[in-house]
């Protein structure tokens, strides 16, 4: 199966903020803190990039947004749907399938190489 | 709080620009805060907010990719003329298919009944109150592109119609009984022809009320629809917004190692 870069890019994405969502509920700036700092810095949103993310995965069921009123301001709320979770799940394996096979092409290309 | 406003941010439905501004609003302070409470001054943590919450130009073009109208969809594929075309042709429908329905009701008057002059002018009023909800129920809900003055100038309308109808009908009811008084002061009048009388102002009545009425109905299922799609304006962070400040678009998964 062939894999676009793109998409691959974009299932990534979605990957990281469901499994965000994975232990509760969040706002959208946590999200993008937290996966910040549990990659180590090596993933993170920036100028925005999360909301489309967001919001196209609410579109899509996966994840559920509400206002919930914190500190005096209302502020938005994502929760990962039962859809949501299963779509993790399924995506989980198949992101660990493709760099399994990744990994696979890499050594064997370095064991062959002189 | 003052945030950027690029030219993609236009493509998205006033609506879903309103929510999102509050989110992203909601979101920047958050950030502050958080960032604060890790430890960075207020400058750095106000920048870092800046940079990792407000959208650039690449997000707002995929926030329009996402939240594109069906209508939007649909439109693409016919030319913008020929769209007019069908929309205009689409509210003179509607208008022409409420007086074929509200023709039922004159086909059911009684033997011996005859419809009330004023009858045709509460019908006109009625089928114009069915094309201005139909008209803006269609921006509202499916074209995504209703502004908070174009949705109170239908309202305006609709409770406008709504009273043109029940007063046409009640000043025709009134004119009726004025005219048949009258008769019946010159000259005696039979059964029947009271029965006519009756059976007619009655049906003029229950018709300016009916349609009246659902032109409430309609008015507050609109005024809803209106909030609820628009929100409250005075709360909208988006106005009178400088020009970005972030002319460096990054990609959506930025990998460093």
């Keep these: ?114 | 709080v003052k945030t950027p406003t690029p030219e993609t941010a236009g493509r998205l439905p006033l609506g879903v620009r309103l929510r999102l501004g509050r989110e992203v609003a909601a979101d920047l302070e958050g950030a502050y805060e958080e960032l604060r409470a890790r430890g960075l001054t207020a400058e750095q943590a106000w920048a870092r907010a800046r940079a990792l919450v407000l959208p650039d130009a690449a997000a707002w073009t995929r926030l329009a990719r996402v939240h594109r109208p069906l209508h939007a969809v649909l439109a693409d594929r016919f030319s913008a003329r020929a769209v007019e075309r069908t929309e205009r042709l689409a509210v003179i429908g509607v208008a022409g298919a409420t007086i074929l329905l509200m023709a039922g009701p004159l086909l059911a008057l009684g033997p011996g009944s005859a419809p009330a002059p004023t009858l045709v002018p509460v019908f006109a009023a009625g089928a114009i109150l069915a094309a201005v909800l139909a008209s803006a129920a269609y921006r509202l809900l499916a074209r995504s592109d209703a502004d908070p003055d174009a949705m109170q100038a239908h309202l305006r309308a609709t409770f406008a119609l709504v009273a043109i109808t029940v007063l046409v009908g009640g000043m025709g009811a009134l004119a009726d009984t004025w005219v048949f008084a009258a008769r019946a002061s010159a000259q005696p009048v039979t059964l029947p022809e009271t029965m006519a009388w009756l059976g007619g102002t009655a049906h003029l009545l229950a018709t300016a009320l009916g349609l009246a009425l659902g032109g409430a109905l309609g008015w507050y299922v609109l005024l809803h629809a209106a909030t609820r799609a628009l929100g409250d304006l005075a709360r909208d962070p988006w106005s009178a917004s400088p020009p970005s400040t972030h002319p460096d678009p990054t990609l959506s998964l930025e990998m460093t190692s």
């Design chain 1, 1 to 114: 199966v062939a894999v676009e870069m793109q998409t691959l890019l974009r299932d990534v994405n979605e990957l990281l903020v469901l499994s965000s969502l994975r232990d509760g509920a969040k706002h959208g700036y946590q999200i993008a803190l937290d996966v910040e700092s549990d990659s180590g810095g090596m993933f993170s949103f920036q100028h925005g990039t999360l909301y489309p993310i967001l919001h196209r995965l609410e579109k899509d069921g996966l994840i559920s947004g509400a206002w919930s009123r914190g500190g005096g301001r209302r502020r938005k709320e994502y929760t990962l749907t039962p859809r949501g979770r299963s779509a993790l799940d399924g995506r989980s394996r198949t992101l660990g399938d493709i760099v399994a096979r990744l990994l696979q092409v890499v050594r064997g290309a370095e064991a062959e190489a002189p």
